[in-house]
């Protein structure tokens, strides 16, 4: 069973920067496909951006091309998800997904991220 926790979000002004950070355990991180997704309030969960554990090629969202870059560190079992330029349409919860070589995916609980304006 894989494990994903993810902190970083916070409170932060319009066209700041935040790094949100997804710990993995109980899986071999090194194998697992990673994204980040968020949800805001009232919306369904979106895909933000991924990043392939064969060769680290990375995906993202049209709303987060330009400004947000996944990154994964596999020694650390981490990724994360660097974001500039927020915008309050940034605002929500950002969740962390595995998905393992066998088809399984695995969330995180979300952090918070709010963008004031």
């Known amino acids: 069973q894989v494990q994903l926790v993810e902190s970083g979000g916070g409170l932060v002004q319009a066209g700041g920067s935040l790094r949100l950070s997804c710990v993995a355990s109980?899986?071999?991180?090194?194998?697992?496909?990673m994204a980040w997704f968020r949800q805001g309030s009232g919306k369904e969960r979106e895909f933000v951006a991924s990043?392939?554990?064969?060769?680290?090629?990375?995906g993202y969202a049209d709303s987060a091309k330009g400004r947000f870059a996944i990154s994964r560190d596999n020694a650390k079992n981490t990724v994360y998800l660097q974001m500039n330029s927020l915008k309050p349409e940034d605002t929500a919860i950002y969740y962390c997904?595995?998905?393992?070589?066998?088809?399984?995916?695995?969330w995180g609980k979300g952090t918070l991220v709010t963008v004031s304006s």
């Open positions: 109980g899986g071999t991180f090194s194998r697992y496909n």
């Open positions: 997904k595995a998905g393992s070589p066998y088809g399984m995916d695995y």
């Open positions: 990043i392939r554990w064969i060769d680290s090629s990375t």
